[in-house]
């Protein structure tokens, strides 16, 4: 069933993701050059006017020249695209998803280009504090870091929203369903549980999380629980169970011990030869050993100094 269930939101998450053109390398050209040129034709440009004030018979011209020029120069300027590291721009002429740029540095592209900035560093995300039933429906507190880095630009502007708060709100709903499918503690038995199999239950919580976030084009580095505890309404209680099933298994381990040494001297006595005891002598020897053995408190010793039959 839940193997099915994973398949099905990996399904319906490559059909949403299907809509959206994958990711690829925009157009452009280095920046600087093309840097210096604008400069160029903007001091041409003030040139121009210069001289077109020098001039009155060639101003109309030099004025046209100029004004080519200072357009030519802010046609060149507006192309001009810095690229930090750690962040990529989506490209997008007239509405449509013309490429990404990634390669850090000063670079030029369209001018009538809207390029779209979208960071690509890794990023932490803690999920809120949650309360939520577990499989044996005890209220419990869990919370879970998610560390997780842009992978497809062009999945993370177009497929989604707010692909930040995407990964929140999904990571925080996989936090849940995982904390429900596991009971808090096995108590002992075979089932896994979410204190007794960390590794178990941060390995199914990164897949799903992955499932979860790849419309937005977005890969889950790693995902690990940060609190797990139970809600504070049944604390007290669920602490008293395992104080007693503590005891339990330690009184359990002080019997299977004293019944051992007391099965050690009986042997060693019938061995050596010390002294031969009848099957009652032998059940009230017993008795005050488990007693002595098991007993919380020190035993008050009594010396018989009569025969063992009084």
């Given at each position: 069933m839940e193997v099915g269930t994973m398949t099905a939101q990996t399904q319906h998450a490559d059909a949403i993701s299907t809509n959206v053109t994958p990711e690829r390398t925009a157009r452009f050209w280095p920046g600087i050059p093309l840097l210096v040129l604008a400069v160029a034709l903007a001091l041409a440009a003030v040139a121009a006017f210069y001289e077109a004030s020098q001039h009155k018979g060639a101003a109309l011209g030099l004025t046209w020249a100029g004004a080519i020029l200072v357009l030519a120069a802010i046609f060149l300027l507006r192309g001009l695209t810095p690229v930090a590291p750690g962040r990529a721009h989506v490209v997008q002429l007239f509405g449509k998803y013309r490429g990404t740029i990634r390669e850090p540095g000063l670079q030029w592209v369209n001018p009538f280009a809207a390029r779209l900035p979208v960071s690509t560093r890794i990023r932490n995300l803690e999920s809120k504090l949650v309360k939520v039933n577990d499989a044996d429906g005890n209220p419990i507190e869990i919370a879970a870091v998610v560390v997780w880095q842009v992978h497809d630009t062009a999945y993370a502007t177009y497929s989604v929203d707010d692909y930040a708060s995407f990964v929140a709100i999904q990571a925080e709903t996989a936090v849940r369903h995982i904390a429900s499918s596991y009971p808090y503690d096995?108590?002992?038995?075979?089932?896994?549980?979410?204190?007794?199999?960390?590794?178990?239950?941060?390995?199914?919580?990164?897949?799903?999380?992955?499932d979860r976030v790849r419309p937005a084009g977005v890969h889950v580095i790693?995902?690990?629980?940060?609190?797990?505890?139970?809600?504070?309404?049944?604390?007290?209680?669920m602490?008293?169970?395992?104080?007693?099933?503590?005891v339990v298994a330690a009184r359990q381990r002080i019997v299977e011990g004293a019944v051992g040494m007391v099965r050690l001297a009986l042997r060693r006595l019938d061995e050596e030869g010390v002294v031969e005891l009848d099957e009652e002598r032998k059940a009230a020897m017993v008795s005050n050993l488990l007693v002595v053995l098991c007993s919380e408190q020190a035993t008050q010793q009594v010396v018989n100094t009569g025969s063992l039959y009084q």
């Open positions: 096995s108590r002992g038995a075979d089932a896994p549980s979410l204190r007794d199999n960390a590794d178990e239950v941060t390995g199914r919580l990164a897949a799903e999380v992955t790693e995902t690990r629980l940060t609190r797990l505890s139970y809600a504070p309404e049944i604390a007290q209680a602490l008293r169970q395992q104080q007693a099933s503590a």
